[in-house]
């Protein structure tokens, strides 16, 4: 079946280093792609979000990358912060349906001071 | 603050016991969801609620069974659980429409079926 999945379980960075997180999906029809952060004790908060016609969207610190041709997402955070520290999921949907949202498992980062 | 509001926070109860979580959002939107989080898993799609219909129904087992008695509320009653039910069950929240819209997530309430 489709699935959305993490390159890596945990990653451990330096503060004000750059970090990378990565996510492979694996529906080519998915045409929305969502960050979320989750810190400990806390819901999802969403972070940045990206349509399949764009290939880069930058906010503040943050950007995602979109590479249809590899079923390819990463989150990009510049200057990563001690406040950084949490789980990390990328989410997808296709068909221009927003409820059927497929989460990835997550990934750990982890801001070394 | 998150425009999402669940409560409880933390649910202790026994198998035999019946329970309902409350969620309330501030956030003027018109569609609801409870998705299940246990340890190591991806997120669980549950319920679904737009305009206060039910949408979808995940193949979730009868002895959950959610209420949205209007587009700002919703709940999730819970009866005769099983150890395993144990998990973070969050609600979300988003303006359902022909524009994409992301998901707002409440704190979640913690259960723990004893």
């Known amino acids: 079946g489709e699935s959305v999945g993490l390159h890596l379980p945990t990653l451990s960075v330096q503060e004000g280093d750059n970090s990378i997180i990565n996510c492979a999906y694996s529906?080519?029809?998915?045409?929305?792609f969502i960050w979320y952060k989750q810190e400990s004790g806390k819901g999802p908060q969403f972070i940045i979000d990206i349509r399949s016609n764009m290939d880069k969207r930058q906010g503040q610190r943050v950007t995602v990358l979109l590479n249809k041709t590899v079923k390819h997402l990463s989150l990009q955070i510049a200057a990563t912060q001690p406040g950084d520290s949490a789980v990390y999921f990328c989410?997808?949907?296709?068909?221009?349906?927003?409820?059927?949202?497929?989460f990835g498992k997550g990934t750990l980062l982890t801001v070394n001071p | 603050e998150t425009g999402v509001t669940q409560t409880p926070r933390h649910l202790v109860m026994g198998m035999t016991n019946k329970k309902s979580l409350k969620c309330e959002q501030h956030l003027g939107h018109n569609a609801m969801y409870w998705y299940k989080q246990s340890a190591k898993k991806p997120l669980e799609l549950m319920f679904v609620y737009n305009f206060k219909e039910q949408t979808e129904n995940n193949s979730v087992p009868s002895r959950f069974s959610p209420e949205c008695p209007n587009s700002s509320h919703l709940f999730l009653h819970l009866h005769t659980l099983q150890p395993e039910d144990s998990a973070l069950y969050l609600c979300?929240?988003?303006?359902?429409?022909?524009?994409?819209?992301?998901?707002?997530f409440g704190n979640g309430t913690r259960l723990t079926v004893t």
């Open positions: 989410a997808e949907t296709a068909g221009g349906s927003n409820y059927k949202l497929t």
């Open positions: 529906n080519s029809a998915s045409d929305y």
């Open positions: 979300a929240s988003t303006r359902a429409g022909t524009a994409l819209s992301p998901l707002h």
